[in-house]
């Protein structure tokens, strides 16, 4: 079974601060997805990497997937109370997208409040 | 388009009760995926679908757990007989391509089942 670590599991934070939450695993993927879900929603999906040491941007929001596609981290500049939600990492084992041994794994996610 | 529909969103039943939960996916989307998330466990793979067929159910934790697909627009997971541990919020997600390698899931609202 490939684990997905995420750390930390909580985190209360004041708008305007800055935060790094982390997603590890000891298995490579061949890429790894952030989502972010809200109370009472399904996860919505923030961005895919699938390069070692990608870099993707997506307004404040800074993802980087590991050398060796092992981790990512996602890192939130001046964090606002929208961006309060469940933070979730998925990775993917295939080699390729048309492979077989689909096993989409989610990490347990970070729970990130930004207080106004 | 009104995006993954599931029904009910709150059921509560008691145990050895039958329960069914439902979900039309995406028009035009050939995969659909039942998930389950638990605060202890995360968000788990039940099983998934593809062009109404389904392709790996080995994320079904028992017998008493099974899922249909009887049309592109249309699945359900039912649980007979459901037990206190079967507690937790279902998924459903449809794609138009297996996730990762930049394809999208969309995740529905979920079924927050309590079995009492």
């Known amino acids: 079974t490939q684990l997905l670590e995420q750390s930390p599991q909580f985190l209360s934070i004041q708008e305007g601060e800055n935060l790094t939450v982390y997603c590890n695993s000891s298995?490579?993927?061949?890429?790894l997805q952030w989502y972010r879900q809200e109370p009472g929603e399904g996860p919505v999906l923030l961005v895919t990497v699938v390069t070692g040491g990608e870099v993707k941007k997506l307004k404040r929001l800074t993802f980087q997937f590991g050398d060796a596609r092992k981790d990512s981290s996602l890192h939130i500049t001046a964090a606002q109370p929208g961006d309060t939600g469940l933070y979730l990492c998925?990775?993917?084992?295939?080699?390729?997208?048309?492979?077989?041994?689909?096993?989409?794994?989610f990490g347990k996610g970070t729970l990130l409040t930004v207080n106004p | 388009d009104a995006g993954v529909i599931q029904s009910p969103r709150h059921e509560v039943t008691e145990m050895g009760q039958e329960v069914t939960l439902r979900c039309k996916p995406i028009s035009g989307h050939d995969y659909l995926f039942w998930y389950r998330q638990t605060m202890m466990r995360g968000l788990e793979l039940l099983i998934y679908f593809n062009n109404n067929v389904p392709i790996d159910d080995s994320g079904m934790p028992e017998d008493r757990f099974s899922a249909k697909m009887p049309n592109a627009s249309f699945s359900t997971l039912k649980i007979q007989p459901s037990e206190p541990r079967d507690s937790a919020v279902y998924f459903c997600a449809s794609s138009l391509s297996l996730q990762g390698f930049g394809t999208e899931a969309f995740f529905g609202q979920g079924t927050r089942l309590t079995v009492v």
């Open positions: 298995s490579v993927f061949s890429s």
């Open positions: 998925a990775g993917d084992p295939r080699k390729n997208s048309g492979g077989s041994n689909y096993k989409l794994t």
